[in-house]
């Protein structure tokens, strides 16, 4: 069941990503920039002087801007611009952008976004996240799919994968945090009931999330 320790959980987790986030925008993320910006005057002079050598300094100029974009979707990662519904959905376009190239990953998203609360948004991205980090943790796992959909009192997301049969199972702390993120929202996780599933997640979050209604997580 939601308890506020629960909830104090998370809050506390939004609260150190947030300030990793503000770390890695005002440290790594300024320096890389400073860096690249030396780089593009030094390349300007090596180009009349020795353009042989300003050849190199362009190749290190797009590994340093390369850097420089990681940096910004790890930041837009830890500390995304969800204020509601609407800004889920670019935050859920955000994460298709940032899944490796080897990982085939379909989303579908239904109308109503609109209806969801800063913290139920918050909510079903970081669950988002969590089932896409652990579909690309497993080898056997080469496309992904994500679908939500929304009711008039709840909101549903599926996401699952085509994960063998054999390594089927989903990470425990992995389902530990989706299910976290559920309760804190007076949702519910857990894995689908299906043998063909593959380690198939379902979660659903009523609109109207109160506390003292929350539903029990199944994983």
């Known amino acids: 069941m939601d308890s506020p320790r ?22 790594l993320c300024q320096t890389l920039c ?8 030094l390349q300007r ?14 190749g290190l100029q797009k590994t340093i ?5 990681q940096s910004r979707v790890l930041y837009r990662t830890l500390k995304p611009p969800v204020s509601g519904g609407d800004t889920l959905m670019q935050a859920m376009v955000e994460l298709v952008k940032s899944k490796p190239a080897s990982l085939d990953f379909q989303e579908s998203f ?18 988002a996240q969590e ?7 497993n080898p056997t796992v080469t496309a992904a799919n994500i679908c939500l959909k929304i009711d008039k009192s709840s909101v549903r997301m599926s996401m699952d994968d085509n994960r063998h049969d054999s390594s089927a199972k989903r990470d425990p702390v992995s389902l530990g945090v989706i299910a976290a993120h559920a309760r804190a929202v007076a949702g519910s996780a857990r894995l689908a009931t299906k043998t063909d599933s593959n380690g198939a997640i379902e979660c659903v979050i009523p609109l109207a999330a109160n506390p003292a209604q929350s539903n029990e997580a199944g994983l």
């Open 34 to 41: 400073g860096v690249s910006i030396h780089l593009k005057v």
């Open 45 to 58: 002079r090596l180009e009349s002087e020795c353009p042989a050598l300003a050849e190199e300094f362009s």
């Open 65 to 69: 801007d390369d850097g420089i974009d």
């Open 110 to 127: 239904r109308e109503g976004a609109d209806r969801l609360s800063p913290e139920q948004a918050t909510a079903l991205l970081r669950i």
């Open 131 to 137: 089932a896409l980090r652990d579909s690309i943790s």
């Open 6 to 27: 629960n909830r104090q959980l998370i809050t506390a987790l939004e609260r150190e990503r947030r300030f990793l986030a503000d770390e890695l925008h005002e440290g």
